[in-house]
C-alpha cells in the first residue's frame, strides 16, 4: 500500500508525530500520478509547485508549534466543477477550456482554513453530466480495479484519484448520484451531504436545486472529517441552512444503540445483478449481529424517480448554460458571418454530444405548451418522492439500498444507449430530488473482482447517524482495507 493508500486517521497521525512531512506526503501523491495517471485518466490538471509549496508553509506551521486546521497537511484531490482561484476550471467541457477562476469556491475557502494541500483537478463528465465519465472533452477515466471498466461518474475522476492512492481525499459533486455511485464502482466512500448543508458558491452549476458538493476518502473516518471541514453556512449560497455543524470526527466511533434500518422492496426489483442484491442482504445481516433491526419498508413512488430526475435536471441545466454563448461567458467560435450564427457555432462547439442532449431534453420540457404537462408534474411527482422519504423516517433510522445495479461496466458499452446510462443512476437519483443525505461505502466484491457497494440514506441533516452507522458496517467488515491492485 503506498503511502497515499493509508486512512487519514493515519496519515493525521505520522504528520502529527513526525514521522511523515505534508512535503513527503504531497511528493508520494504526485509520484503516484506521475506512475499511475497515463492510464487512469483520473487528473484534468496538476500544478505540483503550488501543491509543494502549500505542503512546506504547513510543514513549517507545525514546526512552529502553531495553531493548525483540522486537514493540516492532508492532499485533496477537487473535481473540476469547483472554483479555484488562479486556476484553470474547465467543467471537462471545450466551452470553458481557457476559464480561469477568479475566486475561491466557499469549500476552496474551507480547506484553505482546515490546511489541507490543493493536490490537482480532476476529470469528470462534461458540466456533470454523466454517469461514467466518457462525457469528458479532454480523455476518459477508467476504473482502478479494472482499466477497462468505468469509474462511474459524473466524479469519476476523484473517486478514481482515491482509489488509485494518488490522493487521500477528494472533492465531487453530487447531482442525481454523481459522488455515491462512482464512489460504489471504484470501491471508495463517498457522501452527498443534505441540499444546503454544504455551500454551493463556486460550484459551476448543473442543476441548481439537486447540485451538492461532498468527500470521497479510503474510509469512513475520512469522509467525517472532510465533510465537516466544508460544511456550514454561507450567506453567499441562498439555498445554504444556517445550522450547527456537529463534530462528525469526534461522534464517527460511537455505535448506534437501537439502530432501526429499512429496504424497501421497491429496490430488490428486476434488474438488480445478483450479486449487488446478496451483498446488500448480507450487509444488512452484518446490522442485525450488531443489534439493528431490519424493517421491510415501501418507497411507492420511486418507480418515477428516473423520469422525474431527467424532466428536472435537464430543465435547470437548460436555463443555467444559457449564459454560455460565447458573449458573455465561454467559448468563441472563429468564424461566423451573424450574431446568430455566432452564438450557434459557438455553442455548437462548445459542448458535447451529452450536454446538447440535455440542454434539448430540458428546453422542450420548459417550452410553451409542454411545461405543464411535463415539467409542473414532475415538480409534483418531486414532492411525492420526498413525502415517501418522510414517511419512511418516522418508521425506521437509515434506508438501506443498492448503489449500483450492476458492478461496472465496460467503457464503451453503454456509451450509445442514453437510456441504459440513465438507468444506472436508478438508485441514487431519489436522494437528491428529496434533497435528504446518502453514503455509499464497500460492501463485497463480485465473482470477478470488481467494488459491490451499500448505501446508506438518511432524514435531512442526519448526517452524523449516517457515518457512525457507516462506521459500525466498516469496522465490522474488511472490504475497505482492500486497494486497487493497479495502485502499488
Known sequence: MSTP?????????????????????????????????????????IEPEKSLEQARQIDQKRSRGEPLGLLAGIPVAIKDVICQKGTVTTCASRMLEKFVAPYDAHVIECLRRADAVLLGKTNMDEFAMGS????????????PWDLERTPGGSSGGSAAAVAAQMAPLS?????????????????????????GRVSRYGLIAYASSLDQIGPFSHDVT???LLLEAIAGHDSRDSTSVPQAVPAYSQTIDQPLQGLRIGFAREHFAPGLDTEVEQSVREALRVYQKLGATIHEISLPHQKYAVAVYYIVAPSEASSNLARYDGVHYGHR????????????????????????????LGTYALSAGYYDAYYLKALKVRRLIRNDFDNAFREVDLIATPVNPTPAFKLGELVNDPLAMYLSDIYTISANL??????????????????????????????ERLLRAARMFERETEWHRRRAPLAG
Not at 513527503?24 to 485518466?41: N, Y
Not at 461514467?132 to 476504473?143: D, F, L, M, P
Not at 455511485?181 to 463517498?190: E, M, N, R, T
Not at 428529496?434 to 448526517?463: C, D, K, N, W, Y
Open 5 to 45: 493508500g493509508l486512512p487519514v486517521s493515519e496519515l493525521m497521525s505520522r504528520l502529527q508525530s513526525g514521522q511523515l512531512t505534508s512535503v513527503e506526503l504531497t511528493q508520494a501523491c504526485l509520484e503516484q500520478i506521475t506512475r499511475h495517471d497515463s492510464r487512469v485518466g483520473a487528473f484534468l490538471s
Open 132 to 143: 461514467s465519465t466518457e462525457n469528458s472533452a479532454y480523455k476518459v477515466s477508467r476504473n
Open 171 to 195: 472533492l465531487g459533486s453530487d447531482t442525481g448520484g454523481s459522488i455515491r455511485q462512482p464512489a460504489g464502482l471504484c470501491s471508495v466512500v463517498g457522501l452527498k451531504p443534505t441540499y
Open 222 to 224: 475520512g469522509a467525517a
Open 333 to 360: 467560435a472563429s468564424q461566423f458571418s451573424s450574431m446568430i450564427e455566432m452564438y450557434s457555432a459557438s455553442r455548437g462547439e462548445g459542448f458535447g454530444s451529452e450536454v446538447k442532449r440535455r440542454i434539448m
Open 434 to 463: 428529496a434533497g435528504i443525505p446518502g453514503i455509499s461505502v464497500q460492501a463485497g466484491f463480485s465473482s470477478g473482482g470488481l467494488p459491490l457497494g451499500l448505501q446508506l440514506l438518511g432524514a435531512p441533516f442526519a448526517e
